[in-house]
C-alpha cells in the first residue's frame, strides 16, 4: 500500500513537473515572440525616423542648389556661353559654392556641342586633379563648338589668376546629364554615381533651358551625406554587428 502511495505521489509529481515543463516553454515561446514583435516595431519606427532624417538632410543639401538652378537658367548666364567669365555671374555662382561647398560645378551645354565649366577649386583634391595655381578658387572652361577650349583660373576675390589654351574632345549632347534632362524644363536629378576624375560619389541635377534649348547642370558630392549616415545609430549598429 506504502508502495502504490508513493508512485502515486511519484506520478502527480513527474506529471505536475512536465505539466510546468510546457508550460515554462510555452511561456519562453510566447516571451521571445512578443519580445520579437516588439523588437521588429521598434526597428520599424527607427528606420523610419533614420528615413524621414536622411531624407531631410537630403533636402537640405539640394533644395538651395534647385532654388539657383532655376534662378540662373532664366538668366544670361544660362544662355550666354561667355556669360561665364562674367563677373556678376561668376560672384554668384561663387556664393552657391560657398554656400554648399558640396557642389563642385555648375555648368551649361548647348545643342551646338559647346559648353561652360565652373568648377570650384578649393579643395586639394580638385586643385591636384587639374594642377590648378595653387591660389586658384575657381576655374572656368569654356568650350567652343569646334573643340577649342579657353581654362581662366581665379583667385578668392574673383581677380584673374592665368589663362591657358587647349583642345578638347567633348560633347555634352552625348552625357546623360543632358540626353536625359526633360525638355519641359523639370528639373532632372541622376542616381548617385562614381566622379571617376575627382573619385567622389556624388549626383548630378539638371534643369533644360526654355530659350537657348540647352541644359544647365550642377555636381554635387555626397561627402557629408555619408558623414551624416554614418552618425546616425542605425549605422552605428550595423557597423557593429557586421565588425563581429
Do not use: C
Not at 515572440?33 to 524621414?52: D, V
Not at 595653387?134 to 581677380?159: C, F, K, P, W
Not at 589663362?163 to 552625357?175: A, F, G, V
Not at 532632372?188 to 548630378?204: E, H, Q, S
Amino acid at each position: 500500500m506504502f508502495g502504490t502511495k508513493s508512485t502515486l505521489q511519484l506520478h502527480i509529481a513527474s506529471i505536475f513537473f512536465i505539466v510546468m515543463s510546457i508550460l515554462a516553454v510555452l511561456l519562453i515561446v510566447l516571451s521571445y515572440q512578443n519580445s520579437k514583435a516588439l523588437n521588429e516595431q521598434l526597428a520599424q519606427e527607427r528606420m523610419a525616423q533614420s528615413a524621414e532624417q536622411i531624407k531631410l538632410a537630403f533636402d537640405k543639401k539640394i533644395i538651395p542648389v534647385l532654388t539657383a538652378l532655376d534662378t540662373l537658367a532664366e538668366s544670361d548666364f544660362g544662355n550666354h556661353l561667355d556669360a561665364s567669365n562674367n563677373k556678376y555671374w561668376l560672384a554668384s555662382v561663387d556664393a552657391i559654392m560657398d554656400i554648399n561647398p558640396d557642389v563642385l560645378s555648375i555648368y551649361v551645354g548647348y545643342p551646338d556641342e559647346s559648353s561652360a565649366f565652373i568648377r570650384s577649386t578649393r579643395p586639394a583634391f580638385m586643385k591636384e586633379q587639374f594642377s590648378t595655381p595653387e591660389n586658384s578658387h575657381i576655374m572656368v572652361d569654356i568650350n567652343q563648338t569646334d573643340g577649342a577650349q579657353s581654362r581662366i583660373y581665379y583667385d578668392s576675390d574673383l581677380a584673374f589668376i592665368d589663362e591657358t589654351k587647349n583642345t578638347i574632345d567633348y560633347l555634352p549632347t552625348t552625357r546623360p546629364w543632358y540626353r536625359d534632362t526633360p525638355a519641359d524644363g523639370s528639373i532632372y536629378i541622376t542616381d548617385p554615381y562614381f566622379y571617376i576624375f575627382i573619385k567622389r560619389m556624388g549626383i548630378t541635377i539638371s534643369k533644360r533651358m526654355k530659350e537657348s534649348g540647352g541644359v544647365l547642370a550642377a555636381d554635387i558630392t555626397l561627402a557629408s551625406l555619408a558623414d551624416f549616415l554614418k552618425s546616425l545609430p542605425l549605422f552605428k549598429r550595423f557597423k557593429n554587428a557586421t565588425s563581429l
